[in-house]
């Protein structure tokens, strides 16, 4: 019997970060009301209840490239056995890769919750897990359990008081999951670092909002949405070049003609309040417009990846993350008629980096999307093309040289890079770049980038920073490859 571990090189493992978003002196004014597990004879006035917000991370497996589960509850429990739900997926159950998480926090979640002592978290999965080979050439389907639909992972010997401890963080320690090969048997170990350690490793948090509009601010660019899952009141706000897509026409919409009600679709980066107090707010470049009532029988897919072919209209994207169990390493998507938010057709090539919509056909290696939109990360908008056409599309990879006064920095690029770049100095403004690792604070002499964006002469305004060896970081940019490698032109946050 041939067990394999699905290790990892680093000391960041699978987190499930359950942080409430009011400290106990404010819960009266974090809304609640329900009534204790366990209580009984409490008046009103004594009953609380706090904000919980779920979040997920993990880090890469050296034995597998992804690992893709299938979430559908979660809960917690107190002392006397009473079960509150954290998480209910169970109609549309969340699908990650956990491989893609390295260092990010996926925020699942915000319910409210009676304030107590949680002694077990329950974590309820889809019983199969899709394990992808190292090079991408295989995909094996496990299951957690031989038999049922799904599976509980029970995290027991827990003493979470929320009204004095704010943070729960769950760790899918992926260096002890073992698979065992004659029985095709995954089995999971989850463990309870502290919290500080566990939040302290986040690189960045990012969220998928999907629900209904409540408000809209034009002026400021900021969307107010009420999601079943991550709660009512989600903050948004949209970058300068941020692009808003009506899925109904294909067409590119003005943040003005939204109006409350209308159902959207975002994905965008996660910044947390500077206390738990404060709310959290969704950075996001793409709106997506859904209809009120889409067709009967069309499933709608979304995924984002990196570019491994492109042959035509077909682009076959190695994927990261998906709506969706893929089967495979990667997928065919078809973007002959897709409407592009940011870059163009003649922008993918192997390495971008790429976010697609549209409907699927076939499964596993026969599958084909056909896309009605596609975003080109750190790429320009249309509009910013036609009011730029000499800016082109790529990446700067080097070693910080000089940090300028007017906040610019230079970079210098010791090799050819692409079509696009060539070796010696580049400027680059990061004023309005979204950190995929590291922060502006890691900017310093000597340290190593990686800004994509628009590259005009010399000067590039980055949409994307990754910043290599930035303090907490377990998973950073290396330095630039050489000219030969495949994923040197344009290529996109990695």
Same mark, same amino acid.
């Given at each position: ?12 493992? *699978? ?6 978003? !009011? ?6 004014? !974090? ?95 889809? &019983? ?6 190292? $090079? ?28 004095? &401890? ?41 969220? &998928?909002?999907? /629900? ?19 709660? &009512? ?69 979304? #995924?984002?990846? =990196? ?9 076959? @994207? ?12 990667? *997928? ?10 940011? #870059?163009? +057709? ?36 249309? *509009? ?18 000089? +940090?300028?006064? $007017?906040?610019?920095?230079?970079? /210098? ?14 400027? @680059? ?7 995929? =690792?590291?922060?502006?604070? !890691? ?26 060896? !930035? ?24």
């Amino acid at each position: 019997m041939k067990r394999r571990s699905i290790s990892q090189p680093r000391a960041s493992k *699978i987190h499930l970060a359950l942080q409430v978003a !009011c400290v106990a002196a404010l819960v009266a004014g !974090c809304g609640g009301g329900g009534t204790a597990p366990g209580a009984s004879g409490v008046s009103p006035s004594q009953v609380q209840s706090v904000p919980m917000q779920t979040y997920i991370t993990d880090n890469l497996a050296t034995d597998y490239s992804k690992v893709w589960v299938s979430i559908e509850k979660i809960t917690a429990v107190d002392g006397t056995g009473a079960e509150v739900t954290l998480l209910d997926a169970t109609a549309a159950p969340a699908v990650v890769n956990l491989s893609s998480l390295a260092a990010v926090g996926q925020f699942m979640s915000t319910v409210d919750i009676p304030v107590g002592v949680y002694s077990e978290v329950r974590v309820t999965l889809a &019983n199969s897990v899709q394990l992808v080979s190292l $090079d991408g050439s295989s995909t094996i389907t496990g299951k957690l359990a031989p038999t049922g639909a799904d599976f509980i992972i029970h995290v027991k010997g827990l003493s979470v008081d929320t009204s004095t &401890n704010g943070q729960l963080v769950l760790d899918f320690n992926l260096a002890r999951f073992t698979y065992d090969a004659s029985s095709g048997l995954v089995t999971p170990v989850v463990e309870v670092p502290k919290p500080s350690d566990a939040f302290g490793k986040f690189v960045a948090q990012q969220a &998928n909002v999907n /629900g209904t509009v409540q408000s809209i601010d034009v002026a400021n660019r900021i969307l107010v949405v009420n999601d079943a899952r991550l709660g &009512n009141g989600v903050i948004v706000t949209l970058t300068t070049d941020a692009v808003v897509v009506d899925e109904a026409s294909g067409a590119t919409v003005s943040l003005a003609t939204l109006a409350a009600g209308a159902h959207v679709e975002i994905q965008g980066m996660v910044t947390p309040g500077a206390t738990t107090a404060d709310p959290v707010t969704v950075v996001a470049s793409v709106v997506h417009v859904e209809a009120a009532h889409p067709p009967v029988a069309v499933l709608t897919v979304a #995924g984002t990846g =990196k570019v491994s072919a492109v042959n035509g209209n077909l682009v076959t @994207v190695a994927l990261d993350e998906a709506s969706f169990l893929p089967g495979a390493n990667g *997928i065919v998507v078809d973007v002959g008629s897709a409407k592009f938010a940011h #870059g163009q +057709l003649s922008d993918l090539a192997a390495g971008v980096t790429v976010a697609f919509r549209g409907s699927i056909s076939g499964t596993s290696a026969s599958a084909v999307v056909l896309a009605t939109d596609i975003d080109v990360q750190g790429a320009p908008s249309q *509009i910013d093309l036609q009011q730029n056409p000499e800016q082109r599309f790529t990446a700067v990879n080097g070693a910080i040289a000089t +940090l300028n006064s $007017d906040g610019t920095f230079t970079v /210098g690029v010791t090799r050819a890079d692409g079509p696009v770049v060539v070796p010696g100095l580049y400027t @680059v403004d990061a004023s309005h770049a979204t950190y995929l =690792k590291g922060n502006a604070s !890691c900017l310093a002499v000597g340290n190593v980038v990686q800004a994509v964006g628009s590259l005009v002469s010399t000067t590039m305004t980055a949409k994307y920073m990754n910043v290599a060896g !930035c303090t907490g970081e377990a998973h950073s940019e290396p330095a630039p490859p050489p000219p030969s490698a495949p994923a040197s032109s344009a290529s996109g946050p990695k």
